[in-house]
C-alpha cells in the first residue's frame, strides 16, 4: 500500500510539473494570431536528448531557411570540417619550343561555391590571378585552341522544379554548378534621374546588357526578364530610393568566366584561339589545382549569410562518388539515410532542396531538433556548426532580432523566412555551459512578421530564462 501510495504521489509530482512548464507555451499560443497557423516547436536538451518543450513537434512545417540547419550539419559530419573541393586547370595537346599550346586549356569544376565569390576568403580574381601566373611561369605563350570549363561535376537540374517562376531571376536563386563563378550573378546599381532609374553601374562589367524600364512607386515591384546575356528590367521601386541595387542571377557563370580570362591573357600577351576537337584517348596535363576555402568557414559563411548557391552546392558535394556525379536527388537520399538511425524520422521530411527555397519542403521540428543535437555532440565537428550559426541580436539575419534582450548566456538561431513562413532554429548555451536545441516553426499567423517576432522574443525570453 505504501509503495502504491508512494508511486502515485510520484506520478502526481510530475504531472504538476508537467503542467506548470506547459502553462506558457499554451499562453503564448492562445495568441489570436495563431488560430489558423501551423505551428511546430520543440526545445531539448542537447546531452540527454530530453524533450523540454513541444507542441505539434511531429507535423511537418515549412521551414524555409532553417533546412540549411541539415545541409550544413549533413555536409560537416560526412566530409569534415577541413574538407576542401578543387577547380582544377590544364590543357589538352602540346606545348612547342616558343610556348605555343597546339591544344586547349581545361577548366574542370569541383563544385566550389566561393570560385570568385564576394563572400570568400580570397580576392574574387585570385583564380584568374593564380591562372594566368602558372601559365606564365609554365610558360605558355600562346593558345592555339580554347578555353573548355567542364561543368561534368554536377548532375542537373541547376535549379530545382520545386522553386517559385517569380524567383528564379534573382540572384539569391540562381542555378547551381559544378562550375560556379562570382557567385552565379550580376549586381546592377540604379540612380533616379528625375525620371526614371537609370544604370550607373554592372559588376561584372562588359558582358551584359541591362535595358531599364523602372519608375518610382509605392513599393518594389519589379518583373525581370532575361534572354542569355541580356537583361530587361520592368516595374517600380520605393519612390523614397534615389539609389537601388539589384543582384540578378546568370545562366552561364562558364561564359563569364571565359571572358574575363580571356581579357586577362590577352592583357598578358597571351593570345587564345578557337576551342579544338578533342580525341576521347587524348590525354590532359594538369598546371594548378585550386583548392576552395575550407568547409568549415563555408559553412560559417553559408549560415550567416543564409546563402543559397552555396548551400545547393553542398548538398551535391555529400553525394559524389568517384564513379558519378553529384546531384540534389542524390544529396536529398544522403541526408535522409544519415540522420534516420539518429531518430529522425524520414516520414517528417519533405526535402526537394538544401537551401529551403522550395516552398514543397517541409519538415518537422523534431527532426530539426535531433539533427541539431547528434550534431552539436560530434566531438569532431559539433562546435564548429554551433560556431557557425549567427549570434542573435549581432549577425546575419537575426542581427536585429532579441537585439536588447537581457538573456544570460549565447543564443544562435538560423532564421527561416518568406511568404507566411517565419522560423528558427539553433542553440541556447546557459550561463552554466548547458546547451539546448531550439526549433520554431511557423506557418500562416494572421499578424506582421515584425509583430511575430516581439511575439516569440519575449516568450523564448522568459522560457530559456529558466534554463540556468
Known amino acids: 500500500m505504501k509503495q502504491s501510495y508512494a508511486l502515485l504521489l510520484f506520478a502526481l509530482l510530475a504531472l504538476l510539473h508537467t503542467t506548470a512548464r506547459a502553462q506558457p507555451l499554451e499562453k503564448f499560443l492562445s495568441d489570436p494570431a495563431f488560430i489558423p497557423a501551423s505551428v511546430g516547436i520543440c526545445i531539448t536538451d542537447v546531452a540527454t536528448g530530453e524533450t523540454l518543450v513541444a507542441h505539434n513537434e511531429r507535423q511537418a512545417i515549412i521551414p524555409a531557411s532553417t533546412v540549411k540547419v541539415i545541409t550544413t550539419a549533413t555536409a560537416l559530419r560526412l566530409l569534415g570540417s577541413t574538407y576542401r573541393t578543387s577547380t582544377f586547370v590544364g590543357y589538352t595537346g602540346y606545348i612547342d619550343s616558343s610556348g605555343t599550346l597546339h591544344g586547349n586549356l581545361v577548366i574542370r569544376g569541383g563544385g566550389d561555391p566561393s570560385l570568385g565569390s564576394a563572400f570568400g576568403s580570397r580576392s574574387a580574381n585570385d583564380f584568374i590571378d593564380q591562372t594566368v601566373s602558372t601559365l606564365q611561369a609554365y610558360p605558355i605563350r600562346a593558345i592555339e585552341g580554347g578555353i573548355i570549363v567542364d561543368d561534368s561535376r554536377f548532375d542537373g537540374p541547376a535549379i530545382s522544379n520545386k522553386w517559385m517562376l517569380e ?42 546588357l541591362i535595358d531599364t524600364r523602372l519608375v518610382p512607386g509605392e513599393k518594389e515591384d519589379i518583373s525581370v526578364i532575361h534572354t542569355n546575356n541580356h537583361y530587361t528590367i520592368t516595374g517600380t521601386i520605393p519612390r523614397n530610393r534615389s539609389r537601388y541595387r539589384l543582384n540578378l542571377a546568370i545562366d552561364h557563370p562558364d561564359s563569364l568566366f571565359r571572358q574575363e580570362l580571356c581579357n586577362r591573357l590577352q592583357q598578358a600577351g597571351i593570345p587564345v584561339g578557337e576551342i579544338r576537337p ?4 587524348e590525354s590532359e596535363t594538369r598546371l594548378l589545382d585550386y583548392p576552395s576555402d575550407p568547409l568549415a568557414y563555408l559553412v ?44 529522425a524520422d524520414s516520414l517528417e521530411l519533405f526535402l526537394y532542396d538544401g537551401s529551403g527555397l522550395a516552398r514543397s519542403n517541409k519538415v518537422s521540428a523534431r527532426y530539426l531538433a535531433r539533427v541539431l543535437e547528434v550534431t552539436a555532440r560530434d566531438s569532431l565537428t559539433g562546435e564548429t556548426f554551433v560556431q557557425s550559426l549567427p549570434r542573435v541580436g549581432r549577425e546575419g539575419s537575426v542581427a536585429t532580432f532579441m537585439r536588447n534582450n537581457t538573456l544570460p548566456g549565447e543564443l544562435r538561431l538560423k532564421s527561416g523566412s518568406m511568404s507566411d513562413v517565419h522560423a528558427y532554429a539553433g542553440y541556447y548555451t546557459a550561463p552554466n555551459r548547458k546547451r539546448y536545441a531550439i526549433v520554431l516553426l511557423f506557418n500562416n499567423y494572421t499578424c506582421s512578421r515584425a509583430q511575430l517576432k516581439q511575439k516569440i522574443a519575449a516568450w523564448l525570453t522568459a522560457t530559456l530564462s529558466k534554463k540556468r
Open 167 to 208: 524567383d528564379i531571376a534573382w540572384g539569391y536563386a540562381t542555378g547551381c554548378h559544378a562550375f560556379s563563378y562570382r557567385d552565379n550573378r550580376i549586381q546592377i546599381d540604379l540612380r533616379y534621374n528625375g525620371h526614371h532609374y537609370e544604370v550607373t553601374g554592372v559588376n561584372p562589367t562588359g558582358l551584359f
Open 300 to 343: 560559417r559563411s553559408l549560415n550567416v549569410r543564409s546563402d543559397n548557391l552555396y548551400a545547393e552546392s553542398l548538398l551535391r558535394l555529400i553525394a559524389l562518388s568517384p564513379s558519378s556525379p553529384g546531384s540534389a536527388s542524390k544529396g536529398i537520399e544522403t541526408i535522409r539515410r544519415h540522420w534516420q538511425p539518429f531518430g
Open 278 to 281: 578533342t580525341g576521347a584517348q
